[in-house]
């Protein structure tokens, strides 16, 4: 593959919502530029983005696809994105180091939930746009309805650039309206406007034009002095306002089906989708933060978007070069992990296809085999002048399964298996819930965490069960109470005497534990106070009434008795276990239970339903606040209700809702339901 410099280059993220036609049209592309002799298809799992097992076997995109395609001189690396709102960590990372959206929009279906979702996230990043409306050839197409739809769901301007020529079966082709000139048929044959679409086609074009001049001054005295502008001054105004924001091409295609009026959708995206040094990067340097062009001569600097781990090929690194060159064997310095990392053979992905090249210029897309440091969001950069630029904004995980191990084989695999798939995926956490005692595997939904089991079996051979976690309860008490215990055994040699005597106390939440000495007159030796408190700490971690660690307690030793020989260490320990549990089980214990923080947004028609369901949850509706057409809900509730609250509030908003989480607190479980929740722990420990 041939060299590219920054300005014949042009990265772009196809987004949108799942079944928008993305990934048949990268097929169309790749096969239209010559860099496939076939198209493959979702159906029979043939296109070269969608690769993996996983996505083979659900007929959609779970996973970023990364494919390069050469036209006319320039250089185009497409980022095939999922369009299910589980895998928003994909979309999340190629929106990080796209230099423009282009958002999917289904023809016959408008505006749908992943359409705004992730027109949102790109917003996010302050990322040009570009609407695609696709699938004109199916039945019900509608460009004007399509249309119609983005205009009542966002504020934008919207700047239809290619028309469709017809629809449904009758869609024969486009007409670019920045050369007022029509593209007919498959191969996208020049043809002049039809007739009907003349007036139309006059009145967008000078709706372009005054666009385009609108961010250049020359341009605009041009403009009003009735001085012809030339169609690259034009390009280069409209992709001012395209990156400023301030307009929204819309294309129409096909979906590269019949290929009808693709070649011609192409060359417009050339022209209008920003250039990579069209935009400056910001990074934190030695001296603060930077704004450098995107450029060959700029400090050096790579960003990683992207890792995947596989059991044959190793780890590869996905990256974009902001600044300076980057050269296969060139010594880098990650920021991050503070040790220089040599990139080796660096390459293009063709989907799966690894193509070698020698360099990769400021603004180009590539990547690199076995670097054993660098993660996603890492900085690579020279070691003498520092860089640090933000990675990919991830959303935290909403859903958790409890994970273990099938078999024995599994044990010893299944932590350095989980770590590497969360490598991988950031929107992935595994971590050890020291109150359950449970492996938890967080992520964004049933769907995103069944495919991350799926993988592990599939690539490295580990097999995991999954089920619901349980509730980290917490148990504590709400009076005080007095208990003395005596412990005394005999058989044949020494034997083992102690007596303890002791007061507890509740404690305010998230006090812990305090321990007392209060013997006087040397009735127990002071040396016992440590082996007291063990046999304590022994029954709190593993709790009285449901086998959850007790916190926030005080624990005062007032009295007891020692003997000069059988008393010793084992002896007080199990005496002040015993003694605890009798003056926790008298000092009325409760179970205490999580109670986080829920931010709920949804669309406004779905709020009351939305509302009904949290009441049913035991949440306590704090207040619900409208931000356009959304409404923005605050709840806190008990985590025990809200298990599976992904999965219930898609269902309820039609995909629509989304939500974030955090731990606010712990409370008391409602005495009818504590009696529930000993039950159930005394039969698990009966089967274990």
Known sequence: MKEYTTQKIRNIALIGHGGSGKTTWTEAVLFLSKATNRRGKVEDGTTVTDYDDEEIRRKISLNLGVAVVEWN??????????????????????????????????????????TELTWGYADEEKLPKIVLINKMDRENANFDNALKSLAETFNAQFLPMLLPIG???DFKGVVNVLEKKAYMGPKSEPADVPAAMAAQVDELYTKIVEAAVEADEALMEKYFADEPLTPEEISTGLRKVIVEGSYVPVLATAGGSDLIGLSALVDLLIQIVPAPDDRPFTAQGPAGEEELAVSDLSPFALLVFKTTADPYVGKLTYFRVYGGVANAGDTVYNSRAATEERLGQIFVMRGKEQIPVERLHAGDIGGAAKMSEALTGDTLCAKDHILTMRGPLFPHPL????????????????GPTLTRICEEDPTLHWYQDQTTRETLLAGMGDAHVEAAVRRMQARFGVALDTSVP???????????????????????????????????????????????????????????????????KSVMSQGVIAGYPIVDVFVAITDGKEHPVDSKDIAFQIAGREGFKQAFLGAKPVLLEPIYNFVI?????????????????RARVQGMEQSGKKAIITATAPLAEMLQYATNLRAITQGRGVYSMELSHYDVVPAHLTQQIIEQAKIEHEED
């Open 601 to 617: 947004t949804v669309p406004e028609e779905f709020a009351g339903a939305v509302m009904s369901d949290l009441n049913t949850r």
């Open 73 to 114: 001189g320039y250089k185009l690396n497409i980022m095939d994105t999922p369009g299910y709102t589980d895998f928003v960590g994909e979309v999340r990372s190629a929106l990080r180091v796209a230099d423009a959206a282009v958002v999917f929009v289904d023809a016959s279906a408008g505006v749908e939930v992943g």
């Open 399 to 414: 859903y958790t399964v409890a994970v273990s191990p099938k078999t024995k084989a599994d044990t010893a695999k299944m």
């Open 167 to 169: 629809a449904q079966a």
């Open 470 to 536: 349980k509730v980290p309860y917490k148990e504590t008490i709400t009076a005080t109470n007095t208990a003395q215990y005596r412990h005394k055994k005999q058989t044949g040699g020494a034997g083992q005497f102690a007596e303890v005597h002791m007061r507890i106390e509740p404690l305010a939440r998230d006090a812990g534990f305090q321990y007392e000495w209060e013997v006087f007159g040397g009735r127990i030796s002071s040396s016992f106070k440590p082996s007291i408190e063990k046999g304590i």
